[in-house]
């Protein structure tokens, strides 16, 4: 690769990462043609965009962008793979479901709300965060249930009377 087409894969990369409030690096090596059709489709349906870069080339994009990425010097080795996405735990969820049938992807790290975490055994954790329309939801739930708590009792204390009511009137028959 020449030096020119380095740099345009570099840049590519640096703006990709500083677009991207959230990726991941994973490690889909060994995956036959079949089942990274399969990834590549299940990540195009989630709306999560999936690259594959040389090692050295990610390394310098990263190292462009924030100091903080120097954390993942350590693991970028072997195949790495980078999926990028809005929704903080939509890759981790498809790693895990995707998981279910293939060995692979493996998790190397993420960069997740601001935060890193590095190796496959922090998956179960992103996948525990919760994006901001499920946070969003939380909030809306809780903010109804009071509302609801005194909508039904109104409702049960006034089924209470009309039953004494009836009682009342058909006793003085």
Not at 21 to 44: G, K, M, P, V
Not at 157 to 168: E, S
């Given at each position: 690769m020449k030096?020119e087409?380095?740099?345009?894969v570099?840049?590519?990369?640096t703006?990709?990462?500083?677009?991207?409030?959230?990726?991941?690096?994973?490690?889909?090596?060994?995956?036959?043609?079949a089942?990274?059709s399969l990834?590549?489709?299940?990540?195009?349906k989630?709306?999560?965009?999936?690259?594959?870069?040389k090692?050295?080339?990610?390394?310098?994009?990263?190292?462009q962008?924030?100091?903080?990425?120097?954390e993942?010097?350590?693991?970028?080795?072997?195949?790495?793979?980078i999926m990028?996405?809005d929704?903080?735990?939509?890759?981790?969820?498809?790693?895990?479901d995707?998981?279910?049938k293939?060995k692979?992807?493996l998790?190397?790290?993420?960069?997740?709300?601001?935060?890193?975490?590095?190796?496959?055994?922090?998956?179960?954790?992103l996948?525990?965060?919760k994006?901001?329309n499920?946070?969003?939801?939380?909030v809306?739930?809780?903010?109804?249930?009071?509302?609801?708590?005194?909508i039904?009792?109104?409702?049960?204390?006034?089924?209470?009377?009309?039953?004494v009511?009836k009682?009342?009137?058909e006793?003085?028959?």
């Amino acid at each position: 690769m020449k030096r020119e087409d380095k740099k345009i894969v570099i840049d590519s990369l640096t703006e990709q990462i500083r677009n991207a409030s959230h990726f991941y690096l994973t490690d889909i090596s060994e995956l036959n043609a079949a089942a990274t059709s399969l990834l590549r489709r299940a990540c195009f349906k989630e709306n999560i965009q999936i690259v594959v870069a040389k090692n050295t080339l990610l390394n310098k994009a990263l190292e462009q962008v924030k100091e903080e990425y120097k954390e993942f010097n350590s693991i970028l080795t072997g195949n790495t793979s980078i999926m990028f996405s809005d929704v903080a735990n939509a890759p981790a969820k498809l790693i895990k479901d995707f998981r279910k049938k293939h060995k692979k992807p493996l998790l190397k790290a993420a960069y997740v709300e601001e935060s890193v975490y590095i190796g496959d055994n922090q998956l179960d954790a992103l996948v525990a965060i919760k994006s901001k329309n499920e946070l969003i939801g939380d909030v809306i739930g809780l903010l109804q249930s009071p509302a609801k708590n005194v909508i039904s009792a109104l409702q049960s204390g006034g089924q209470i009377l009309t039953g004494v009511l009836k009682t009342l009137s058909e006793k003085g028959e």
